[in-house]
């Protein structure tokens, strides 16, 4: 029933992808294979293409991946309540299970196994080695996690289980937003649109989301899905449109998520209503922020959170949303990539294509190549 052998694509170096056939590897007990029906392509994918993160090479890339069941041993159909033909969507952490991160239900920053063990992420030398969802077939790890989901909808919508988790877990789950809370999401790529969405769906009261005179498009699809305003930073008074829009209070909850700028994390403080909560999640290269005022955190008692990963809860927050069909998430989808054009989905992600901008995108295996 399986082939033998999987396509894959494998990254040798930064900028340096390519399509490979390898062997499919055996299951044990507690193992599975997973078909791969989508694989979502998120900024931590470009910054591992341009090799600004540095990840051990090879390696087979795809860290967001959506299958089905294609093999699976009898102690791992037990453990995961899933059988051949189901549909799941799959972490990208392989926790170790046994640690103090793990043991205090913070499994997604895990380090037992070493830093990174996450699908996408584990060398291609690294037994049984088709660890990576940028493939047709990927290995299940006994420690892999798996959620069930539908398998009526399309892939390409199911496969946002990723960046949506990232916005119930950021937006929602750490500054506990509810009812009442004004949410300011600096940033409208598909983080910052998941986070609308979760706002939204948390009950949050006002939702504004800044973007640059170029994120038109996405700002425009941001209050389709639910945003009351948007705020053009390039052409606005920023501070001046918060306030007016807060009654002079300003945010209870803004969410940073643009990518590589510094100046929204200094500014977050100035937006910041007292006693607010500032959830910080966008990387910015390890870059000193210039500006940045301590002082407003201590008279304002505000919060200051990371947040870098994605919890079972969030995930399943996420499925469930999907599932409903109540959002029009298509909007937000804009790409499907064939397993050999993944070099271009990554280049179109990065906006180094001329003229053409993704927001979600996601590798179908089975699509056609462009
Ligand atoms: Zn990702
Ligand atoms: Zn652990």
């Known amino acids: ?3 033998r052998t999987s396509r894959v694509v494998v990254q040798e170096g930064p900028r340096q992808l390519g399509l490979r ?16 029906e989508a694989c979502g392509i998120c900024g931590s994918d470009v910054e591992q293409y341009t090799g600004t993160i540095p990840i051990p090479l090879p390696v087979i890339p795809g860290h967001e991946p959506l299958g089905v069941i ?8 037990q453990r995961w309540q899933v059988d051949v033909g189901d549909r799941v969507a799959v972490e990208a952490p392989i926790p170790c299970g046994h640690c103090r991160a793990c043991l205090e239900g913070r499994y997604h920053v895990c380090r037992g196994r070493g830093t990174m063990f996450a699908h996408g992420y584990i ?10 969802g940028y493939a047709d077939y ?12 539908r398998p009526d909808i399309p892939a390409s919508l199911a496969v946002m289980f990723n960046p949506l988790g990232a916005g119930f877990r ?12 004004t949410v300011l999401i600096l940033g409208p790529g598909q983080r910052g649109l998941a986070s609308v969405i979760a706002a939204r769906a948390a009950g949050a009261d006002t939702i504004i989301v800044t973007g640059l005179t170029r994120d038109a498009p996405k700002l425009s699809i941001a209050k389709q899905l639910g945003a009351d305003h948007t705020i053009d930073v390039e052409q606005e008074d920023t501070s001046r449109r918060v306030k007016d829009l807060t009654d002079g209070r300003g945010a209870d909850v803004v969410i940073e998520v643009s990518s590589y700028a510094t100046a929204p994390v200094a500014a977050a403080l100035h937006y910041v209503t007292m006693g607010g909560r500032i959830v910080l999640a966008g990387i910015k290269g390890f870059k000193a922020v210039p500006d940045f005022v301590s002082d407003l955190i201590v008279v304002k008692e505000a919060t200051i959170r990371g947040a870098f990963g994605v919890t079972a809860r969030a995930y399943d927050a996420a499925i469930r949303l999907i599932e409903s069909g109540r959002v029009p998430l298509a909007l937000m989808h804009t790409h499907d990539f064939a397993l050999a054009d993944a070099e271009r989905a990554i280049q179109m992600l990065a906006g180094e294509i001329p003229d053409e901008a993704s927001i979600h995108s996601c590798l179908l295996p089975d699509a056609l190549s462009a």
Do not use: F, N, Q
């Open 1 to 3: 029933m399986l082939p």
């Open 21 to 36: 056939e390898l062997p499919i590897p055996a299951i044990t007990d507690d193992s599975a294979i997973l078909r791969v």
């Open 70 to 77: 294609a093999a699976i041993g009898d102690r791992a159909a």
């Open 123 to 132: 060398r291609l030398d690294h037994a049984p080695g088709l660890w990576g």
């Open 138 to 149: 990927m290995y299940l790890d006994p420690c892999s996690i798996v959620h069930k989901v």
């Open 170 to 181: 950021w937006a929602v789950e750490i500054p506990e937003t509810g009812p009442g809370d």
